[in-house]
């Protein structure tokens, strides 16, 4: 997502008398562990003068700030922005918008300005919207994206199991999915990945068990974090009362092959 030739950006600079238009960087910070942002990621993070995240909730530090706040140095500009909770449609756009025109403030006198996301800023991130927004109101605008380690990465390591191997086929079912798409999911996919499962848990529990894949089926509760939890085999667990960041492995099918025994072929 980069606008514009380098003459052209330097010419709107020079119109707006800063010489040059800064850029925004979308950082993935990971999915929680500070030390799971990228060796680029936390280079640009601390070159930069401004570091943006999504505000918390209540005054409280957001999830990006908590994981990059051991990185933070001295110099940084703190920028807080508001994204509400909420379906509605109009009222998130106008916080988009928003954000970027504040962003924007910054970007036009030269500054540049890393937006810190937790996990990867291209997977279900905030940062979609306020880049897409950034450009559709100030097309000269630079963005630059740099890819994190998203949760569903971070679970499967916790766990200790691949993803996926050989051939199988995955689904990843965002937040606010309904049974039918479960099912469908089932049918289609060897590994299925429910995320933010916090609020539909007691119906995908009453799914998996007519399909039999209890036993096979692990919830995570904040992947990588100190206060990681995990939970396998579900069998006994019709009603587990979990956190917004809590994600389901199920292993539909099983693979062709052992995990353990394909890794030794490849060494």
């Known amino acids: 997502m980069t606008a514009g030739s380098d003459t052209e950006v330097r010419a709107i600079g020079d119109l707006l008398g800063t ?16 030390e799971l942002i990228t060796v680029k990621g936390l ?4 070159q930069v003068p401004i570091v943006a ?14 994981i990059i706040a051991e990185w933070l140095l001295p110099h940084h500009k703190k ?18 918008e928003i954000a970027a025109d504040r962003v924007w403030e910054e970007l036009r006198q030269g500054k540049d300005i890393a937006f810190v996301s937790e996990g990867d800023v291209s997977f279900y991130s905030t940062f979609t919207y306020l880049a897409q927004t950034l450009q ?15 949760s569903p990465m971070a679970a499967a390591a916790a766990l200790g199991i691949p993803l996926t191997v050989r051939a199988q086929k995955l689904i990843i079912l965002p937040a ?6 479960l099912e469908t999911a089932i049918a289609s996919a060897d590994v299925v990945v429910l995320m933010k499962v916090s609020s539909v ?3 995908v529990w009453s799914v998996l068990k007519q399909h039999g894949l209890l036993s096979r089926s692990y919830v995570i509760e904040r992947a ?20 917004y960041f809590s994600l389901m492995i199920v292993q539909v099918r099983e693979a062709s092959q052992n995990p353990i025994e394909l890794f030794g072929s490849l060494s």
Not at 43 to 46: G, N, P
Not at 54 to 65: H, K, Q, S
Not at 176 to 181: A, G, I, K, M, Q
Not at 229 to 242: E, F, G, H, N, Q
Request: aromatic share 8%.
């Open 19 to 34: 010489g040059a238009v800064g850029t925004l960087y979308g950082i993935g910070a990971g999915a929680g562990d500070p």
């Open 43 to 46: 280079r640009i993070l601390r």
């Open 53 to 66: 995240f999504p505000a918390g909730l209540r005054g409280n530090p957001g999830v990006a700030e908590q």
């Open 79 to 96: 920028m807080p922005l508001s994204f509400p909770y909420v379906q509605d449609e109009g009222e998130l756009t106008q916080a988009w």
């Open 136 to 150: 559709e109101r100030h097309p000269e605008a630079i963005v630059q994206t740099i890819p994190g380690i998203c």
């Open 176 to 181: 606010l999915y309904s049974v039918t798409e």
């Open 201 to 203: 848990y007691s119906q």
């Open 224 to 243: 990588t974090l100190p206060n990681q939890v995990i939970y396998a085999d579900l069998s006994d667990r019709p009603s587990l009362k979990l956190p």
